[in-house]
Nanobody
Framework: QVQLVESGGGLVQAGGSLRLSCAAS????????IHWYRQAPGKQRELVTT???????DYADSVKGRFTISRDSAKNTVYLQMNSLQPEDTAIYYC????????WGRGTQVTVSS
């Protein structure tokens, strides 16, 4: 099993930045895919970005050029740097890991005020 703990959410004004962290209970080298998802009120959960154990990354069109996913293997932590935040980025952000199963964190709330 993999346990994931997100942190770093909060309230920010439009145009601001936040950095989310996802701390994993296992070495992130052993995790094939680590994702950030988000779910806005009344909407379905959507995939924001993915990083692989090989270092590849992928982003949803809505966040390309604004969000960056990165990994610190020494800390078993994945980060999501979010810049130029907009009110439509308001959501609960979840970290998820694919290894011998699919594991979710509990999420962290991001609220962007206009």
């Amino acid at each position: 099993q993999v346990q994931l703990v997100e942190s770093g959410g909060g309230l920010v004004q439009a145009g601001g930045s936040l950095r989310l962290s996802c701390a994993a209970s296992k070495s992130i080298f052993s995790i094939s895919f680590i994702h950030w998802y988000r779910q806005a009120p009344g909407k379905q959960r959507e995939l924001v970005t993915t990083t692989t154990s090989g270092g590849s990354t992928d982003y949803a069109d809505s966040v390309k050029g604004r969000f960056t996913i990165s990994r610190d293997s020494a800390k078993n932590t994945v980060y999501l740097q979010m810049n130029s935040l907009q009110p439509e980025d308001t959501a609960i952000y979840y970290c998820a890991a694919q290894r011998d199963g699919f594991y979710w964190g509990r999420g962290t709330q991001v609220t962007v005020s206009s």
